[in-house]
Nanobody
Framework: VQLQAYGGGLVQAGGSLRLSCAAS????????IGWFRQAPGKAREGTSC????????YYTYSVKDQFTISSDNAKSTVYLQMNNLKPEDTAVYYC????????????????????WGQGTLVTVSS
C-alpha cells in the first residue's frame, strides 16, 4: 500500500494550490481518504475527507469554504484544491487512507487511518 502526496510549494497569500494524493496497492473504492496538515510546532489536524464508496465529503470548519476535496477513482487519486491561501495555512500536508471509518457526519481521527503518505510542504507567504 502506498500513498504519495505532491503538489505543495510556495505561494503568496490569496493564491491557490492543488495537492494530489496518488494511491496504489489497495482497492481505492473501498477506502476513505483524508487530508491532514501539521504546522510547525503544532499537532496534526484533519482538514477533509472523501469516501471512495459513495463520494461523501466532510470538512473541518476552518477550511470548509476554502478547500475542496475531490477524487478520480479511475486514477486512484484524491485532490485537495486550496483557494485564498493564508500564511496560517502553511504546513506539511499529508494524505491518509482507512477502511475503518466513514466520511459522512465527521472527520475520522488520525488514529483511525491505516496508511499515510509522506507529506508535501505548503508555504504561504504574506
Amino acid at each position: 500500500v502506498q500513498l504519495q502526496a505532491y503538489g505543495g510549494g510556495l505561494v503568496q497569500a490569496g493564491g491557490s494550490l492543488r495537492l494530489s494524493c496518488a494511491a496504489s496497492g489497495f482497492t481505492f473504492d473501498d477506502y476513505v481518504i483524508g487530508w491532514f496538515r501539521q504546522a510547525p510546532g503544532k499537532a496534526r489536524e484533519g482538514t477533509s475527507c472523501i469516501s471512495g464508496v459513495d463520494g461523501s465529503t466532510y470538512y473541518t470548519y476552518s477550511v470548509k469554504d476554502q478547500f475542496t476535496i475531490s477524487s478520480d477513482n479511475a486514477k486512484s487519486t484524491v485532490y485537495l484544491q486550496m483557494n485564498n491561501l493564508k500564511p496560517e495555512d502553511t504546513a506539511v500536508y499529508y494524505c491518509a487512507a482507512t477502511v475503518k471509518a466513514s466520511c459522512v457526519w465527521s472527520l475520522p481521527t488520525m488514529y483511525q487511518y491505516d496508511y499515510w503518505g509522506q507529506g508535501t510542504l505548503v508555504t504561504v507567504s504574506s
